[in-house]
């Protein structure tokens, strides 16, 4: 059994303009020690998928369908005690920015020290501990003194480890590191993700790694999911995602990529700009900015196609280049609603 299973996920913000689909039927797995990948441009959906999998939306956010399911337990619609219980204990989350996610006003140690005493049965001196304990497990130095700072004390790589040894102290199953390397510098960000996969790999925890970084999932990631528009365009292994990019997103994701073999010429940024989750077409809603979109990708959305074992995504090309090498045939239904659209 997999550790995380989310299934059709569907969750949306009801504003006065409307209701925004940010989720839409999103289904992955997670399984023990295995870090998850998840890229894509901002108001893709990443962030959102996290939230809610820990249940903490916005206010005017609600999960409106689909499951999700720790170790076979559902935790839509369980409640705010069972919750309470599996936030920290079970699934545990590093925001985006260190700074704003400390409280100002209080210590490190305190905040530290809290965050253990609420989610574990240690008293005040055991939980000033195990803080001590997290701080040298990150690699902060003297752990004590910095105890006793407050977090504009610290520098922002600083501040980042801190918010890494509060999501590990209880533990937890599954770590959620929401662009955790963000406004940080080159340094910083390597130390930072070469201390994540340390970590990972001592204390066994699964990761879900959000990012539109595509260097950080090259380096850290198994597993890849590839969102636009609050939906997943493309899942499968890293190698595959890297180096079989069957999505018009994910190539358009792999030429705005600086590399050796770019350097003196112009990037390839993907044209436009992400789509109104407001008025959503009934299309792929990738179309608009696509150089290879065919009529069908107007009016009609591709339905997820396997690849192979490790590789699936929902791009009509691929059923345009099955019905060309002859390893697809169109029935009538589809030629009907436009097969013969495909090109």
């Given at each position: ?14 504003t006065d303009a409307g209701e925004v689909k940010a989720v839409n039927d999103v289904s ?316």
């Amino acid at each position: 059994m997999a550790l995380l299973e989310v299934n059709h996920l569907q969750t949306s913000f009801f504003t006065d303009a409307g209701e925004v689909k940010a989720v839409n039927d999103v289904s992955f797995t997670l399984d023990r020690g295995k870090v998850l990948g998840i890229v894509g441009e901002s108001g893709s959906g990443k962030s959102v998928t996290a939230y809610s999998i820990m249940q903490i939306l916005a206010g005017t956010g609600k999960i409106i369908g689909g499951s999700v399911k720790l170790d076979g337990q559902e935790l839509v619609g369980a409640g705010e005690k069972v919750m309470k219980n599996i936030r920290g204990n079970k699934i545990s989350i590093i925001f985006q920015d260190p700074m704003t996610s400390l409280n100002p006003t209080y210590t490190i140690g305190k905040q530290l020290i809290e965050a253990i005493m609420l989610h574990t049965p240690r008293n005040k001196k055991q939980a000033k501990e195990r803080a001590i304990e997290m701080l040298k497990l990150v690699n902060v130095n003297e752990p004590e003194k910095r105890m006793k700072q407050y977090p504009y004390e610290h520098s922002g790589g600083m501040r980042q480890r801190v918010m890494i040894a509060m999501a590990l102290a209880c533990e937890p199953d599954i770590l959620i590191a929401d662009e955790p390397t963000t406004a940080l510098d080159v340094t910083i960000q390597a130390q930072i993700l070469e201390l994540m996969g340390q970590l990972q790999e001592e204390l066994g925890m699964a990761i879900i790694m959000i990012t539109h970084d595509l260097g950080v999932v090259a380096q850290m990631c198994d597993e890849v999911i590839v969102m636009y528009a609050g939906s997943i365009c493309e899942q499968g292994t890293a190698d595959e995602i890297f180096y079989n990019p069957r999505h018009e997103y994910t190539k358009g994701l792999m030429r705005s990529i600086p590399t050796a073999d770019t350097a003196g010429h112009r990037l390839q940024p993907i044209t436009g700009t992400p789509i109104d989750l407001l008025n959503m077409p009934e299309g792929c809603p990738f179309a608009p900015r696509c150089d290879n979109a065919m009529k069908i990708c107007i009016h009609h959305r591709a339905e997820r196609m396997q690849i192979n074992d490790d590789h699936a995504a929902a791009c009509w090309m691929n059923v345009k280049k099955g019905v060309e090498d002859g390893s697809i045939e169109i029935d009538s239904e589809t030629a009907t609603e436009g097969g013969d659209d495909l090109g």
